[in-house]
């Protein structure tokens, strides 16, 4: 059954609620039951923030999950909060720009993945979001890549539309990290 | 209309307008300002009002004043907001005017915090506001569910002229899920024969809570009361999940109720015959099937977001036909499958040989 809980984690203003949106759309897409919720406290400012996406081929019931399925950390305090919540046989995709530290988990799979510096070749470090959900896509299967470039060119922002041609090569690179042997 | 992914608040707020909503008026309060932001926008687009008040109490008078005229009128707000309102809330009740007022639910007591909360639901059902009545109050678990139920509210007031509260909390409001939206209503152009609308050619119609005299307002109130009964026997609403062989029985409703599917599903694969009763009207309260399935199960577990509210109902309803425990989590914190598997469990090791 295609299932998976993930979440998404890190600095307000690095594009994990977006990432989370983003994959819940391709999820609606692939008619998969989604949700998708937000921590929506004062915190989201300039702290941390983050969504959990979950994406069923059942019928959701908590859309909240204590030990999620899979984590994507952008930064070092989601790196502490998540690393050890996720399940065993899980997966964790780390932003080693941004985590200086290696997981220790050896009973999940774990993804360390330069995504901001990427991001900031390929022009813009804001793009580091999409690098990641790239390699999520990739490693999970969950949905096919090509399902989230259409949704994200549905879903991306007049303001930000300059930026569509970047973000499907992010995602691009990101699922080409995830199956290198130098990231896993 | 297909499927879209929806903001609970956005998705509740252009269900009202897709369902002939004439006017609102509000005041943002977090979790729910998202709606006051969308209507704000769509209100004005298709020529209706829509109105950003000085305050809740304002915004309930307002409401108040245009339920009188025979308009379709909404509000939402959460707990502190709903608090200001009480007293219209009252006037409203005791004038017979439907409203819809959606109330996201957030942590309290005070200024409490912005997280998801079912610490309402006395407030809600039990003392909206001073004076013998009760709302229709209406729980949706699901952005699909807050979408329906807003059609079902209208619904209700107009048919029975009375305050329905549309009940979710913060975590229904900022969540986004896959829905389906109703198609767009028209206006509805004709006014009911009661409300006051100008008058002409016609005795004057008093909308009012004011009778002075004892007997008269008793009278008014006996025709309020024979008016609950009513909803009382017509409107309780509830979904079962999984009880037909059930052993034990949840009862939860809301997100609580959602998050207890969840459970139900755990708890059966762990070989627990669980099922799950999920009010979806709060009041009235689905009394009679908690009582038949009292009778069925061994024992009961209430879980809640709050400190145990929902529960004094289950108590009444289940009398002593089968011992009750409780689970909540109070502030804002979601209560976790695992959390109430465990209390589940202990719940089963005490009461089935």
Known sequence: MRHIETVFSGFGGQGVLFAGQLLAYAGLAEELYVTWIPSYGPEMRGGTANCTVILSEEKIGAPVVRNPSAAVVMNSPSMEKYELLVRKGGLLVVNSSLVSRKSNRDEVQVLTIPASDIATELGNVRIANMVLLGAFVEATGIVALDTVKQQLNEHLSERQRKWLEPNYTALQRGSELALEPSTV | ???????????????????????????????????????????????????QAESEVAAINMVYGAASSGVRVMTSTSGP????????LSYIAGSEVPVVVVNMMRGGPGLGN?????????????????????????????????????????????KYRTLVIVAGDGA????????????????????????VTGARDREPNVITSLYLGAEKLEQANLRLQKKLTEIKANEVRYQLYQTEDADLLLVAYGTAGRICTSVVREARRAGLKVGLLRPQTLWPFPEARLAELAGQVSGILVVEMSAGQMLEDVQRAAQSHAPIRFYGRMGGVIPMVGEILEHLQALADAVIQ
């Open chain 2, 1 to 51: 209309m297909a499927r879209q992914l929806l903001k609970g608040n956005i998705a509740f707020a252009e269900a009202a307008v897709r369902n002939g909503l004439v006017a609102y008026f509000g005041y943002p309060i977090t979790p729910q300002s998202e709606a006051l932001e969308h209507l704000s926008g769509r209100m004005v687009e298709e020529g209706r009002t829509f109105l």
């Open chain 2, 81 to 88: 907001g709903l608090a200001l309102m009480a007293e219209g």
């Open chain 2, 114 to 158: 912005i997280q998801p909360s079912q610490a309402d639901y006395l407030f809600m059902t039990k003392t909206a506001g001073h004076g013998d009545f009760h709302p229709i109050v209406l729980a949706p678990s699901s952005v699909q569910e807050i979408v329906d139920m807003v059609g079902l509210a209208f619904k209700l007031a107009e």
């Open chain 2, 172 to 195: 229904i409001g900022q969540m986004m899920e896959s829905a389906e939206l109703p198609s767009m209503q028209q206006v509805r152009r004709t006014r009911p024969d009661w409300a």
